[in-house]
């Protein structure tokens, strides 16, 4: 056998399933370690490339491994479920990492620092609490409705229910109890989120890149802050590779040498196309004739599709965009009203 040259890992909380080739392709090592034994396996190799699925703790194991000296390398798991050849088990999973490693096309996933980690979490930590204090809202407006009080929607009009709950006589003192545990609930939520808020706009507030996107019509600073930490402009060819990565491009269903295309792919980042195609809903509302949101292309775009169609368009429009401002470092160069000389 050879000099080992690759090492694929299956991790896990408790137990690593290792599986390393040499340059020929020959198994080398195939074992299962528990979780300080691991550590210490890799720290007694000599640096060599080492493959993990982007998954739950890949990016803390990346940074660990490449302090070792190794080069790590992380593929996300969709690409490797087609190597996975029968079964499933921790020794498979492994080999198949391993097997898409060797693709010369295989499509990477950024090893992240533990800085932008923090940073990521805030974001993900600000839509976790806007779930739950939509949930409990939505819970408030549902106990009110069976006992005849509604109220009309949004998360401002909670306050004004509550207010109505606890003044009408033919509302059960229990029931009363549970809705104002329902609105202190809801107020906590209200204030944490608050503070979330706040450490994205010092985010925001302290970040180039994400100050330059939010001169973007439709991008806000949580989108552009979002935007400014999870995507890195050199892993893509161009602005169009960046959309289809978001899920904004046509799925394709070709065949014979005859093109057709479907809706929208919906892969990649789910959040970042959320937020692109509510801030280019954003833009359709106020895109009134003669306003500057108003560009020849979006004009004549409305005046021959849907509007929710015509949002998914400018939201593909708005990423590339995004692109060519951070690949290129330029500034936001508004178009010209329809109709302008």
């Given at each position: ?20 080739e ?30 993990l ?5 890949s ?43 060797g ?78 545990l ?70 394709e ?15 990649g980042?789910?959040?970042l ?18 306003s ?6 979006l ?23 995004v ?19």
């Amino acid at each position: 056998m050879g000099e080992l040259t690759r090492v694929a890992v299956d991790t896990s909380k408790a137990v690593f399933a290792v599986h390393g080739e040499d340059a020929a392709g020959r198994v080398v090592v195939r074992r299962e370690l528990r979780r300080a034994a691991f550590e210490a396996f890799m720290a007694g190799l000599a640096p060599v490339e080492v493959v993990l699925e982007a998954c739950g703790a890949s990016h803390h194991w990346g940074r660990r491994l490449g302090a070792m000296g190794h080069r790590v390398r992380l593929i996300p798991p969709q690409y490797v479920r087609p190597f996975v050849r029968r079964g499933k088990t921790d020794r498979a999973d492994a080999a198949a990492i391993c097997a898409a490693a060797g693709r010369p096309d295989m499509r990477e996933v950024p090893l992240k620092s533990a800085g932008q980690q923090a940073a990521l979490m805030v974001l993900r930590l600000r839509e976790l609490l806007v779930k739950q204090r939509t949930a409990l809202v939505n819970a408030l407006r549902g106990h009110a409705a069976e006992f005849g009080l509604v109220a009309p929607q949004g998360i401002g009009r909670a306050e004004e229910l509550l207010a109505r709950i606890a003044a009408d006589p033919e509302v059960p003192e229990l029931a009363r109890e549970s809705f104002a545990l329902l609105g202190q609930q809801i107020a906590a939520v209200g204030a944490q989120l608050a503070e979330a808020d706040a450490r994205l706009g010092a985010l925001h507030k302290g970040h180039e890149v994400s100050r330059r996107l939010a001169a973007v019509p439709g991008i806000g600073p949580v989108a552009a802050i979002s935007l400014a930490l999870a995507v890195e402009p050199g892993r893509f060819e161009s602005g169009r590779h960046l959309a289809a990565w978001l899920g904004l491009t046509p799925r394709e269903h070709s065949t014979g040498g005859r093109q057709r295309l479907g809706g929208i792919s919906r892969a990649g980042h789910e959040r970042l196309r959320s937020l692109l195609v509510l801030g280019a809903t954003a833009v359709i509302r106020h895109a009134r004739p003669g306003s500057r949101l108003a560009t020849p292309w979006l004009t004549a775009l409305l005046a021959r599709k849907p509007r929710k169609l015509a949002a998914v368009a400018l939201a593909n429009k708005m990423a590339r965009v995004v692109w060519a401002m951070m690949a290129r470092g330029e500034a936001y160069r508004a178009r010209p009203l329809a109709g302008a000389a």
